[in-house]
């Protein structure tokens, strides 16, 4: 199972990080509805690796001196709180309720990457920052609560909201999702719910997918490619609402 | 500001390093507890950073997403 969960892992690093979704979206649904693992134990693996892509990826971004750390500063004091509430909440909430909400998040992750931002690179920036701020407890919760990064509502926030450069809400929130994931992995971790049976392949698969995937991003035309990841997640959504109604009901 | 990304950059890739090279040799619970305590070193660096910077409030702010995280992070804050 190591092995299969292990090439699972790669794929959704892989699916991840050329749809611009992150690893976490796919990580989840793939550990609950095709290997069968309970939720939190899902959440709390998938929680791991996004702390791990975000590791990963805030090198890069670091280097080219794209993140904001100063707005990350101010905004993680949302983030931080909201994703201890989330992993609270996960583990009162039905877990039916929490595969529709996933999918549902789901599908809104792949409308919002799909939304072409207008990069404008003079604006004067951050501005509104309490909205900004509050969407960031959000994004906060909803990672503790489903094992995400959130990174498309963070993204949302910083490019939409606090009129923050596309590509610096981009490489901000690329940098945050690894606090912000744990603080719920940490509760996580003293409730019992991340296994090192299911952390140990997951781990160096996912960060070697989207590894492989930002370089593919960079060197190759992923147009049609991107158009059967967008297609494969819009059905993997649709099969997380119908298992979550049906774990509801039974 | 540049030469804090640097060393920033350079922490998380010895850190990442670390924690693939703990998992391969075994030890598989060390490393989770590595991957987990990086962020929370991350903002403490942030803090350290900002107060050398003489910047009172924003200081303040990784100040307390630090508490936060630290307690998380030793079990303090309970979830049942």
């Known amino acids: ?250 | 500001m540049k030469y804090f990304e640097t060393f920033l950059s350079n922490y998380f890739l010895i850190s990442l390093v670390a924690t693939i090279a703990l998992m391969l040799i075994g030890h598989i619970e060390l490393s989770i507890f590595l991957i987990i305590l990086t962020p929370v070193i991350r903002v403490l660096f942030c803090h350290i950073f900002f107060v050398c910077q003489k910047a009172p409030l924003l200081a303040s702010y990784t100040f307390f997403t630090l508490i936060l995280l630290i307690l998380s992070s030793l079990g303090f804050i309970k979830i049942s």
């Not at chain 1, 649904?29 to 095709?34: K, S, T």
């Open chain 1, 1 to 250: 199972m190591e092995i299969i969960l292990f090439f699972g892992s790669f794929l959704a690093g892989l699916i991840g990080a050329t749809s611009g979704l992150g690893g976490g979206v796919i990580l989840m649904p793939l550990m609950v509805l095709f290997f069968g693992i309970d939720t939190l134990h899902a959440i709390g693996a998938s929680l791991m690796g996004v702390i791990v892509t975000s590791l990963g990826a805030s090198v890069h971004f670091l280097k080219k001196d794209l993140v904001d750390i100063r707005t990350t500063a101010l905004l993680e004091t949302a983030t931080v709180p909201g994703a201890i509430i989330g992993a609270f909440l996960a583990t009162i909430v039905h877990e039916g309720i929490l595969l529709v909400i996933f999918g549902l998040i789901l599908l809104f992750s792949v409308i919002q990457s799909k939304i072409t931002a207008k990069d404008d690179g003079h604006a004067k920036y951050p501005k509104h920052k309490l909205w900004g701020w509050i969407m960031m407890l959000l994004a906060g919760l909803f990672s503790g609560l489903l094992g995400i990064g959130s990174g498309a509502f963070k993204v949302l926030a910083m490019d939409r909201v606090m009129k923050i450069p596309f590509r610096i809400s981009t490489a901000t929130s690329s940098f945050m999702i690894g606090v912000t994931a744990a603080a719920s992995a940490s509760a996580f971790y003293h409730m019992g719910y991340i296994s090192p049976k299911i952390v140990t392949p997951l781990i160096p698969g996912v960060l070697l997918g989207s590894l492989v995937g930002a370089k593919l991003v960079t060197t190759v035309n992923l147009n049609a490619l991107r158009w059967i990841f967008t297609v494969v997640i819009v059905l993997l959504s649709a099969e997380l609402i119908g298992e979550g109604i049906e774990r509801m009901l039974s």
